[in-house]
């Protein structure tokens, strides 16, 4: 079963790879291949090589998936990358050499760690894909990996929309406030959005959709437009200074769409700043679900904010014995993120990130 | 110092004369820039543009760099370059909020807490100043490398300082400098103007001005003319970490929040860009303080004038790169 895996087999996978990208098909790399068994044990080794630890949000993951292998007695083989793709491929090989019972991936980039995967597989180790996903045309969940687990950033995108269009009454100036050009939570975010908005929206994954769901909208929502659109690169002082730019440019926006609450929050001190009342004069909404945003929900600066959930913990601990008792699996399990507004803020603000 | 005083003062009489001159036809091709993209505004924009609101938006977006920029054109004015700034912003925004939130304060008295929140991020970012200074002067490191162990290890020791996270507190006292007005005009943009007026002033009037220009016009005869080098390297280094970390200060006390992954990105390259369109030469031995300012407004200009247009982040990187090497250009002719 187990196969030496040389450099020179890497390097085809690799080519293969590039070049299943660039005619955009799929390699089979192993035909009717299915990931790794897992043996019914008391307790578990897991390996969770973690992108990096700079920010709440990720934090927050951390604490959520350490706290819970720990809980169950479970031993947890931590790594931290610090922001390198190259030291998670590392760190990923270490764990293999390890021979941990299975891997929660955080993977930093989706191409790079699919090799990494692909080396897990090899060596006969389940890999869980948490938050992120990797490059479904050179591994596929299922077949070299057991799943992905995480948010769905198209529906995040759409609840936000549903919200505003309630709440607005359908009539609303728009300025999105756009993640990092290129992230795929920036660019589903906003998809979702524009897609409600448009009357187009269908959930992405109909047999995982939750009571978060949001129905289909019935139609278009010609009194809403956004009039502008720019990046704020998920930073609160970047966001604040291009909205403050955009908004004296187009002082008839009356809504914020922020990608994240930084930008949100960024976006409120600008409004405070230039004498307006934040929920008032212009409506806020963002996604992420940190405790300052529901700070300022509270505070009636932000109307609300759809959380991207970091508590990763149970769900990927109750996948995994679920998996090694030999129930099915679905291949994508999406978080249920919770939706906060001033009816539920105060409630929830001690157990947000 | 004083005792130093007369010889490299007679000895750079004539050519801090032609600075002087200089200086104004170094600052005509960014002026002239300047001039060019208010006047796109006025006309294209005027709605938005001509208005109190964008005035004061432009302002306090300008501060940090201005206020950085000037510092810097100190430093390139001794030969030097300082790439550390951004990361000292960030390790002076992760202390502040360290003794704005710490609840264990030995004190009581009014103002002695956020006093310190200014005081103690400014005395430690101006040590690291001296540790700038150290390997430039003392050790005769090549200030690109000596500033550069700053630039990559100094936003790992704002983060470690911080806990590795964002940190957020609500002073509305202590954040005047960054959220307060007077007379209407905004905070930091008056901390601005004073830093750029003093340091101009310091750069053409006082003997330490000089002693700025002489150490980057010529150092082996600056030194052999008794301007005391090793000294005005150090003074330049930490003047420069100094008004980095009260730059640093402006931007968390705006956003009510510090995160040390943040503050400061990218700081040092637009405080060059804006030293390098204002006319301040890279070899050092010329300066121009009024041309930085200059070349910091027209960098944010240039931004703010594509993002009102609807141009796209990338789109806004290029131009913004074609309008500093215009500036450049112009720059060269009118000299």
Known sequence: MMKVWTRRDVAKVGLGGVAAVAMGLRVPQIAGAQAPPLEQKDTYVIGYPQTDENNPWRIAQTNSVRSEIEARGWTVEYRNAQESTQQQLADVASLIAARVDAIFLPPREETPLAQAVLQAYQAGIPVFCLDRDVDQNIVQAGEEYVCFIGSDFYQEGARAAEWLARTTGGNAQIIELFGTTGATAAIDRSRGFVDYLAGTYTPANPESATAATPAPPASAFTGMTIIASQTGNFIRDEGRQVFETLYQANPGATAVYAHNDEMALGAIAALEAQGKVPGQDVIVVSVDGSRDALQAIIDGKLGATVECSPFFGPVACDTLVAYAAGEPVPTQIINTDRFFDASNAAEFIDSAY | ?335
């Open chain 2, 1 to 335: 110092m004083a005792s130093n005083l007369s010889s490299p003062a007679a000895g750079s009489t004539t050519s801090s004369g032609r600075t002087a001159i200089g200086s104004i036809g170094r600052s005509y091709g960014g002026l002239a820039a300047l001039l060019l993209l208010i006047a796109y505004n006025a006309v294209f924009n005027a709605g938005a543009f001509l208005t109190v609101s964008s005035l004061r938006i432009n302002l306090t977006q300008v501060a940090e760099i201005a206020i950085v920029a000037t510092a810097m054109t100190l430093v390139i004015a001794t030969g030097g370059i300082d790439l550390s700034v951004g990361s000292l912003m960030a390790i002076a925004g992760s202390i502040a909020p360290l003794i704005l939130l710490s609840s264990a304060a030995p004190w009581d008295v009014p103002f002695l807490g956020g006093a310190l929140a200014y005081v103690i991020p400014i005395l430690v970012v101006a040590a690291f100043g001296a540790a700038n200074g150290f390997l430039v002067a003392s050790l005769r490191i090549q200030p690109i490398i000596a500033t550069l162990i700053l630039f990559i290890s100094g936003r790992g020791i704002a983060q470690v300082i911080a806990g590795g996270r964002l940190k957020s507190f609500d002073e509305p006292g202590w954040q005047v400098i960054g959220q307060g007005r007077v007379l209407g005009i905004p905070v930091q943009a008056i901390i601005m103007v004073v830093v750029v007026v003093t340091a101009a002033w310091v750069l053409k009037r006082t003997v330490f001005g000089r002693y700025v220009l002489a150490t980057g016009g010529n150092e082996e005869a600056a030194r052999l003319a008794g301007v005391p080098v090793v000294r005005v390297k150090y003074a330049v280094y930490i003047v420069s970490a100094m008004l980095a970390g009260l730059a640093g200060l402006i931007s968390i006390a705006i956003n009510s929040a510090s995160d040390p992954a943040n503050v400061g990105q990218d700081m040092e390259l637009n405080a060059i860009a804006a030293v390098a369109v204002g006319g301040t030469s890279l070899l050092g031995g010329r300066a121009t303080i009024v041309g930085t300012f200059i070349g910091a407004l027209i960098i944010q200009l240039t931004g703010y004038t594509l993002l009102t247009e609807g141009l796209s982040d990338a789109t806004v990187r290029i131009v913004t790169a074609g309008a500093i090497l215009g500036a450049v250009l112009l720059q060269r002719r009118a000299r």
